[in-house]
């Protein structure tokens, strides 16, 4: 069945330093790949997403790559700050069969914590 | 605009015990879901619906049923609460009716313990 993998599964860092998040899917179908940031006892949040038709994509200090024929794809967030800690999440779109619509499959998610 | 919201924050029943969560969105979007977070576990779609009057199921369907009341509103019904039900539980929506191709806006929660 559709699957993503994530890990790690915790990162801990020093302020300043970057921190890297790797994620598989299983459905060569899929096509949109968001990344959503949960801080504690709140809402996820989109923080960035990345069609299949891009392999980069940057939005400040984040960064999201994309490999399609490995299927893997990855968040990258530089000069991290204490803010950044929180639970990171992937996720891939997967087209529920004939009826045209969609879903997400998520990963187990990345606790991120950023040391001052 | 409110956003998603959904009721109650917080509750606590017995085993066998039945309760429906509730979602509502202001966004005029056409795709609702139900999530379950669970520590180590992520976001594991339970029913989501593409439009009004479609519900289909998600990864852990199992004990639960729903109802797309209207293209405002997506409910969530425990008909016999177990104990692996204890969760936090999501709504999200989505302006598209495929679903994930585009921003998922999550509400705050609902902390539900069985025990």
């Known amino acids: 069945g559709e699957n993503v993998e994530q890990h790690p599964s915790t990162l801990s860092v020093q302020e300043g330093d970057s921190a890297v998040i790797k994620c598989t899917y299983s459905d060569s179908a899929s096509n949109y790949f968001p990344w959503y940031k949960q801080e504690l006892g709140k809402r996820p949040q989109l923080i960035i997403d990345?069609?299949?038709?891009?392999g980069e994509k940057k939005d400040q200090r984040i960064a999201v790559t994309l490999n399609k024929t490995a299927k893997h794809f990855s968040l990258h967030i530089t000069e991290t700050q204490p803010e950044d800690s929180a639970v990171y999440f992937c996720a891939a779109h997967v087209l529920h069969g004939s009826s045209n619509t969609g879903k997400l499959i998520f990963g187990q998610g990345t606790t991120l914590q950023v040391k001052p | 605009n409110a956003g998603v919201t959904q009721t109650p924050k917080f509750q606590v029943l017995k085993t066998g015990q039945s309760m429906t969560l509730q979602c509502a969105q202001d966004?005029?979007?056409?795709?609702m879901y139900w999530y379950r977070q669970d520590p180590g576990m992520g976001l594991r779609l339970i029913y989501y619906?593409?439009?009004?009057?479609?519900?289909d199921k998600g990864e852990v369907p199992n004990g639960y049923n729903v109802s797309r009341l209207n293209k405002r509103e997506f409910s969530l019904r425990l008909e016999s609460a177990a104990p692996s039900q204890t969760s936090v539980y999501f709504c999200?929506?989505?302006?598209?009716?495929?679903?994930?191709?585009?921003?998922?806006?999550f509400g705050p929660g609902t902390r539900l313990t069985v025990t």
């Open positions: 619906s593409a439009s009004e009057g479609t519900t």
């Open positions: 999200a929506s989505s302006p598209r009716r495929t679903g994930g191709l585009g921003e998922q806006y």
């Open positions: 990345i069609r299949s038709n891009v």
């Open positions: 966004m005029n979007h056409n795709s």
